[in-house]
Antibody, heavy 120, light 107 residues
Framework: EVQLVESGGGLVQPGRSLKLSCAASGFTFSNYYMAWVRQAPKKGLEWVATISTSGSRTYYPDSVKGRFTISRDNAKSSLYLQMNSLKSEDTATYYC?????????????WGQGVMVTVSS | DIQMTQSPSFLSASVGDRVTLSCKASQNINKYLAWYQQKLGEAPKLLIYNANSLQTGIPSRFSGSGSGTDFTLTISSLQPEDVATYFCLQHNSWPLTFGSGTKLEIK
């Protein structure tokens, strides 16, 4: 069974940093592109980052480019999101997701999400 | 970025009704459209990908159609457990973008 379990969320002040983790199991992690998607409270979904199977290619929307860094450790079946210079508008539930194919495709499995609150 | 527009924003229908949700892209996305169901407090669940392919384990009352810029999700016979918000996602080009969702309730 595919499982994605996020951790590392919490309350952080504007301008500070936070690192999210996602532990994957039930599939060969190194064979899949992985992603982070977020959802602000009572709002829609926003794709935040994607990383290739080897980690050599990463993709970000303009809203987080230069502030967020996605990375992975295939030996540990783990995905990470380093978030720097956090802003109030980064407040959201962050989901770890698996791309269905080894390319920038739709996501077929999602974790339960972890809440990040950016506030002073 | 490709803009995805969903309609209606809110839909109330009766059990057994045939329900149709719309998603329009601001430019051609070929067949690369997915539909997700999100129940309150849960993560999104993939229903349909590549516009009309049913994800494994999803009931056959869900179906998708369309290509290019206009897409539709149809629930052939609405069930109480279908109460949720439905999002479309274009996965034709980066950045991947979602529609704003259709909230579906039982009348």
């Amino acid at each position: 069974e595919v499982q994605l379990v996020e951790s590392g969320g919490g309350l952080v002040q504007p301008g500070r940093s936070l690192k999210l983790s996602c532990a994957a199991s039930g599939f060969t992690f190194s064979n899949y592109y992985m992603a982070w998607v977020r959802q602000a409270p009572k709002k829609g979904l926003e794709w935040v980052a994607t990383i290739s199977t080897s980690g050599s290619r990463t993709y970000y929307p303009d809203s987080v480019k230069g502030r967020f860094t996605i990375s992975r450790d295939n030996a540990k079946s783990s995905l990470y999101l380093q978030m720097n210079s956090l802003k109030s508008e980064d407040t959201a539930t962050y989901y770890c997701a698996r791309h269905a194919q080894p390319t920038v495709a739709h996501a077929d499995y999602w974790g339960q999400g972890v809440m990040v609150t950016v506030s002073s | 970025d490709i803009q995805m527009t969903q309609s209606p924003s809110f839909l109330s229908a009766s059990v057994g009704d045939r329900v149709t949700l719309s998603c329009k892209a601001s430019q051609n996305i070929n067949k690369y459209l997915a539909w997700y169901q999100q129940k309150l407090g849960e993560a999104p669940k993939l229903l349909i990908y590549n516009a009309n392919s049913l994800q494994t384990g999803i009931p056959s009352r869900f179906s998708g159609s369309g290509s290019g810029t206009d897409f539709t999700l149809t629930i052939s016979s609405l069930q109480p457990e279908d109460v949720a918000t439905y999002f479309c996602l274009q996965h034709n080009s980066w950045p991947l973008t979602f529609g704003s969702g259709t909230k579906l309730e039982i009348k």
